[in-house]
Antibody, heavy 126, light 107 residues
């Protein structure tokens, strides 16, 4: 059974940093891209970041580019999201998600999310 | 960036009704469109990918159609367990943008 166990959320002051983790099991972790998606209070889903299976390609939403870093440890089957310069608007439930997709010469990388972690809450407040 | 617009933003229908949700992309995305169901207190669930392919294990009450810029999610006979917010997502290239969601309730 595919499982994604998240950790690392919490309360942080504006301008602070936080690292989220997502431990994967039940599938060959390095074969699949992984993504982070967040849901802000009362609002919808927002794609945040993604990383290819090898870790060689990373992608970010404009809203977090330059502040968030995504990485993975394919030996420890763990995905990370390092968040810095946090703002109040980053307050959200963050989900990690196993992704499916590939590369198309016309569209570049294409990913969608087939299995989601249970989410971890990040609150940015003084 | 390509924008995804869903309509309606919410709807209320009776059990057994046929329900249709529309998603429009601001530019053509071929069939690189996924639909997700998100019930309160649970995690999002993939329903459909590639515009019309039903994810394994998802009831055939759900179906998707469309290509290019206009897409539709249909629930053939609304059931109480279908109460949720439904999101479309373009996945042809980054950013993999979601629509704003459609909240489905029982009348």
């Amino acid at each position: 059974e595919v499982q994604l166990v998240q950790s690392g959320g919490g309360l942080v002051q504006p301008g602070g940093s936080l690292r989220l983790s997502c431990a994967a099991s039940g599938f060959t972790f390095s074969d699949y891209p992984m993504s982070w998606v967040r849901q802000t209070p009362g609002k919808g889903l927002e794609w945040v970041s993604a990383i290819s299976g090898s870790g060689g390609n990373t992608f970010f939403a404009d809203s977090v580019k330059g502040r968030f870093t995504i990485s993975r440890d394919n030996f420890k089957n763990t995905l990370f999201l390092q968040m810095s310069s946090l703002r109040a608007e980053d307050t959200a439930v963050y989900y990690c998600a196993k992704s499916l997709g590939g590369y198309d010469p016309l569209w570049n990388y294409y990913y969608y999310m087939d299995v989601w972690g249970k989410g971890t809450t990040v609150t940015v407040s003084s | 960036d390509i924008q995804m617009t869903q309509s309606p933003s919410s709807l209320s229908a009776s059990v057994g009704d046929r329900v249709t949700i529309t998603c429009r992309a601001s530019q053509g995305i071929s069939n690189y469109l996924a639909w997700y169901q998100h019930k309160p207190g649970t995690v999002p669930k993939l329903l459909i990918y590639a515009a019309s392919t039903l994810q394994s294990g998802v009831t055939s009450r759900f179906s998707g159609s469309g290509s290019g810029t206009d897409f539709t999610l249909t629930i053939s006979s609304l059931q109480p367990e279908d109460v949720a917010t439904y999101y479309c997502q373009k996945f042809n290239s980054a950013p993999w943008t979601f629509g704003q969601g459609t909240k489905v309730e029982i009348k």
